[in-house]
């Protein structure tokens, strides 16, 4: 991670104030101890259950969209080993915590950086739709062409096996209680002298079918390249061969479409984030109470907190 870090304040600049945002798989000490030493500031989920709170429910505010939005927070300094003081932030909603943050910022109000990390998985999301269905790590332009669908499916011929061994396995357990029930019943012990040399071969039937099934199934794949099954061409693909990439956030359609970019039309954006704004909550939140960082952010709220 050192590495990654020391990369990036080589392109952002030695003076550049940093705030780094990342999901709970890499909410560890070690990452932020690494972050500090790049001297980087870092906001992140806290992983595994929420923790017991000690600081005074207040209210913190920043402007999002040109008006204020309101969060109910416990802002306060806590100790994680292996690194040193950190800011909590525990999101209250309905009189409850449902969300604990982790920074090492104490500039930024609550309120801000809970919105910053929220609108992060919006930028995730973006990338993770535009490569599914726009293909960025590899696009050359908008010009499409259909290729076949290589992505691995069901494989039907392997769900029908799959249904006649659950069916043989059900002839035999019919068998075997058909001889519990035959000696359990009310017949003569003649009677069930006569009838066990059937229901003995019924029962040898049925296991015979079912190792007979379970063989047919053991070579059958799970799953198939689709166009195994359908060889016609329908997965949209980048041109090769035509110009350069020319894709930016701005003009980025939610699906590839075929044909040249001239003469095709807006589609409709498909949501990126299936989660609320934070423009959306009309809950109440809290300031921070901690002192001063060591260095200065530059995701400090111009708009000072209550």
């Not at 008006?67 to 525990?90: C, F, H, M, N, P």
Request: charged content about 20%.
């Amino acid at each position: 991670m050192g590495t990654v870090l020391a990369q990036l304040r080589e392109v952002a600049g030695p003076d550049a104030p940093i705030l780094l945002g990342f999901d709970r798989g890499g909410s560890y000490p070690s990452a932020f101890t690494a972050c500090r030493e790049a001297g980087m500031d870092w906001v992140t989920y806290r992983r595994g259950a929420l923790v017991a709170t000690h600081g005074p429910v207040r209210r913190s505010w920043t402007v999002r969209d040109g008006r204020r939005v309101y969060l109910t927070l416990i802002d306060e300094s806590i100790e994680i080993t292996g690194y040193g003081t950190a800011r909590q932030l525990t999101l209250i909603e309905d009189g409850l915590p449902v969300l604990q943050v982790l920074t090492s910022d104490t500039r930024a109000s609550g309120a801000a950086l809970l919105c910053w990390l929220r609108a992060r998985w919006r930028i995730e999301n973006l990338f993770k739709c535009a490569s599914d269905h726009n293909g960025i790590d590899a696009l050359a332009d908008y010009v499409m062409t259909l290729a076949p669908n290589t992505a691995l499916v069901p494989n039907p011929a392997r769900r029908a096996a799959r249904a006649v061994v659950t069916q043989a396995e059900q002839d035999l357990a019919t068998a075997q209680r058909s001889l519990a029930q035959m000696l359990a019943g009310p017949g003569t012990p003649k009677q069930m002298n006569a009838a066990l040399p059937g229901i003995h071969r019924t029962i040898a039937a049925a296991t015979r079918e079912l190792e007979q099934a379970k063989q047919s199934l053991a070579p059958i794949r799970a799953k198939l390249p689709a166009n195994v099954l359908d060889p016609t061409p329908n997965e949209p693909a980048p041109g090769w061969n035509a110009a350069a990439c020319r894709w930016s956030c701005g003009s980025l359609r939610s699906t590839p479409r075929l044909g040249s970019p001239s003469t095709s039309t807006a589609t409709s954006p498909t949501p990126m984030s299936t989660a609320r704004s934070c423009a959306t909550y009309s809950t109440k939140a809290a300031p921070s109470t901690t002192p001063p960082p060591r260095s200065p952010s530059p995701w400090t709220d111009p708009t000072p907190h209550e």
